[in-house]
Structure formats: structure tokens, C-alpha cells
């Protein structure tokens, strides 16, 4: 049975106002230990999707991969029966809830890398507004090295999205979208958000807000788990390039702008 998680009228106004909040304890000290279990799961089954986003001569390692909650029990679990659901119903301000997908971030310790400035929306094949990406540590983040927002970002301007490590536009054809402004060299007018984290804490942000990350500490270990989940007026939008994550086939059996009614996107709230 799905959890629940009543959320303050603070937390959801402060949701749709920043397009981020933090939410303590949202998942059980014997979720923390699944989910942990299926991380570790997972690192040792990595998917064809996988990357190493960090650098050969990096003293760490930044692992990610996508979409393997079909194969892995404890993000089932998590994804499904623990109260994101819920608390995504009532971020997005949705009547149902729909899976999207999961994406595993592992910054081990002593990590260089940065995750740099950017969206996640544009990267993706889905448009509509009612979103919210879960960002869930399993190892305590410093204020160093948690992930930060640009308040309010979310707003509608879509930024060009461009690789992490060489930043090719590999997705919207050069010109088309706005670029990055200097976000860091100009506090002032770029409010920034950041929490130090627990495990069971979590932040949730919409798919739109800027976000970006440090590395991590020498002996700082940083497991997260990603979940990602669609409202009631997410529609298909098929991309002519691969998108990350990439649904192959899914152009074939949903048209542009169709709800996403497709095995990969199981309806988790209300739950049946």
C-alpha cells in the first residue's frame, strides 16, 4: 500500500513559486536501507545506458544510469508503494501520477567532476507542466556538495541543453533556445536554493529549474537516486535526435502529443 505524506499548503505554494523544496523524512529508515540495497544492486548490474560522466583522470568516479527500475525490486518498491506518489500528486498539483523514469547518480569520494548548470526537460520527450523530479541521497550531503537551484527558474524559459563534459547542442540546433546565463557570477539576480541532507530527506524539484552540483569530499561517498514522475497534462513529444534517457520504439506506438499511456509509464497514483 502507498504511503502517505500530507504536505503543508507552505511546501506546495513554495513548490510552485521556486520549482523547489526540501522535504525531511519522506522515506522510512528501512526504505533508505532498501533503496541503499538497490543502489548498490544496480552499480554492480549497470544498464547499457549507463555512462561514467567524470574524467579519466578524475580521483573519483561520477556514475549514472537510467531506466532500470523494470529489473530492480527496491526501485519498484520506492517507486511505486513509498509516499512519493503521493507527495508528487500534491507538488504538481495532479490528479494522477505517472512513472517516468529513475536515474542513478553516483558521485564516489573524492569526486572532481561538477554536474554543471542546466534543465532536465529539454534533454527529455515529454512536454506539459505538471512535473517533479525527486533527488534522494542514501549517504548524509553536506551543503558542499548537495545540489542547488535557481529559484523560480522554472518559470517557462527553456535553456539550450549541452554535454556535461564538452558542451556540444546535441539535441536543439544552435540558436534555437536561449543560453546560459552567468548564473554563479551574478548572486544577486540569480537567487540560489541548496539543503544539507539526511538520508530520508530529499529535495523535489520541477524538471525545469536550474540545477547544479559540486564534486564530493575525499571521504564523502554520495549515492543518489532519482525519480521522476508526470502529471495529468504530460504529453508525448517525439524528439528527432535521442533523447536521455532514450524510449527507443516508443515514437512507433505513441503519436506526438499523446497522454503517455505506455507500459514504461505505469499510472502509481491513484493507486488501483
Known amino acids: 500500500m502507498t504511503h502517505l505524506h500530507p504536505l503543508s499548503s507552505q511546501t506546495i505554494t513554495a513548490y510552485a513559486a521556486d520549482g523547489a523544496v ?24 549497470l544498464s547499457p545506458l549507463a555512462l561514467v560522466a567524470s574524467e579519466a583522470d578524475d580521483p573519483g568516479r561520477f556514475v549514472e544510469d537510467f ?9 519498484r518498491d520506492i517507486l511505486q508503494n ?61 551543503l558542499a ?11 517557462g524559459t527553456w535553456y539550450m541543453p549541452r554535454t556535461f563534459r564538452d558542451h556540444q547542442a546535441k539535441w536543439f540546433a544552435e540558436g534555437t533556445l536561449a543560453e546560459l546565463p552567468a548564473i554563479d557570477a551574478e548572486p544577486e539576480r540569480f537567487r540560489q536554493l541548496a539543503w544539507a ?23 564523502a561517498r554520495r549515492r543518489v537516486f532519482s525519480a521522476r514522475y508526470l502529471g495529468d497534462d504530460a504529453r508525448h513529444a517525439p524528439r528527432p ?16 502529443g499523446a497522454e503517455l499511456n505506455d507500459p514504461l509509464f505505469p499510472t502509481v497514483w491513484p493507486r488501483a
Open 241 to 256: 535526435w535521442r533523447t536521455s534517457p532514450p524510449f527507443p520504439g516508443l515514437a512507433e506506438r505513441l503519436p506526438d
Open 145 to 155: 556538495s548537495t545540489l542547488r537551484f535557481v529559484a523560480g527558474s522554472h518559470e
Open 82 to 142: 513509498s509516499a512519493l506518489p503521493h507527495i508528487a500528486a500534491q507538488l504538481m498539483q495532479s490528479d494522477t501520477v505517472r512513472l517516468y523514469h529513475d536515474h542513478l547518480l553516483v558521485k564516489e569520494a573524492g569526486t572532481r567532476q561538477p554536474t554543471p548548470w542546466h534543465q532536465d526537460q529539454p534533454y527529455y520527450n515529454v512536454s506539459g507542466r505538471q512535473n517533479v523530479s525527486f533527488w534522494i541521497p542514501v549517504d548524509p550531503v553536506p
Open 22 to 45: 526540501v522535504l525531511r523524512g519522506v522515506l522510512t529508515p528501512a526504505e533508505v536501507q532498501r533503496l541503499a540495497a538497490g543502489i548498490e544492486h544496480n552499480l554492480a548490474h
Open 197 to 219: 541532507l539526511e538520508p530520508g530527506d530529499c529535495v523535489a524539484f520541477h524538471m525545469l529549474s536550474l540545477h547544479a552540483s559540486s564534486g564530493t569530499g575525499p571521504g
Open 67 to 75: 531506466c532500470t527500475w523494470q529489473n530492480n525490486p527496491a526501485y
